[in-house]
T-cell receptor, first 115, second 113 residues
């Protein structure tokens, strides 16, 4: 069983829809949770970052972490065609230390927002 | 400030050939990483380095070697390429001791025939 599971989709939604992307994980030691966005034929770039449980909002994007359920989510409101990309969840145990900044990634969800 | 750069962008190899992928970063990052990305598999860590002169194995290190002779460069070598190494390779770097944001390069698309 993978440490981090992510529904690969693909997910296709109309412009303006609310999108929900999710990951589950098995390692309770994970404390830092991230969402990366990857456009076609590009490298991933950090979209959202959260520490421990809770919500974080940035414009149309909201990241949620529920450590008790080992479940994280990314919500996109008023989705736009420019949001079409692969979204990767990532997590780590601690900052630096023996984890040396290593991240464990989900498989990625391919999202298409059509006009 | 170029961030993380990778060369080459594309490469086609025949089985058994060798090659080196170069990653360079100009952000003075301590940590550097090599990943491969395959459909449905996400990003898998091949090797990583926590500083100049250091390297360590990641999740899928077999068939690859790395070197970090200079802080800004991280090389990934394939000694004898196999079709199973056909993939997109990404390099990333991060600050030491921060919240682990990794900055990625644009990737190298490698095909082994």
């Amino acid at each position: 069983q993978k440490e981090v599971e992510q529904d690969p989709g693909p997910l296709s939604v109309p412009e303006g829809a609310i999108v929900s992307l999710n990951c589950t994980y098995s390692n309770s030691a994970f404390q830092y949770f991230m969402w990366y966005r990857q456009y076609s034929r590009k490298g991933p770039e950090l979209l959202m970052y959260t520490y421990s449980s809770g919500n974080k909002e940035d414009g149309r994007f909201t990241a949620q972490v529920d450590k008790s359920s080992k479940y994280i989510s990314l919500f996109i409101r008023d989705s736009q065609p420019s949001d079409s990309a692969t979204y990767l969840c990532a997590m780590s145990r601690n900052a630096g230390g023996t984890s040396y900044g290593k991240l464990t990634f989900g498989q990625g969800t391919i999202l298409t927002v059509h006009p | 400030n170029a961030g993380v750069t990778q060369t080459p962008k594309f490469r086609v190899l025949k089985t058994g050939q060798s090659m080196t992928l170069l990653c360079a970063q100009d952000m003075n990052h301590e940590y550097m990483y090599w990943y491969r990305q395959d459909p449905g598999m996400g990003l898998r860590l091949i090797h990583y380095s926590v500083g100049e002169g250091t390297t360590a194995k990641g999740e899928v290190p077999d068939g690859y070697n790395v070197s970090r002779l200079k802080k800004q460069n991280f090389l990934l070598g394939l000694e004898s390429a196999a079709p199973s190494q056909t993939s997109v390779y990404f390099c990333a770097s991060s600050y030491r001791g921060t919240h682990n944001e990794q900055f990625f390069g644009p990737g190298t698309r490698l095909t082994v025939l």
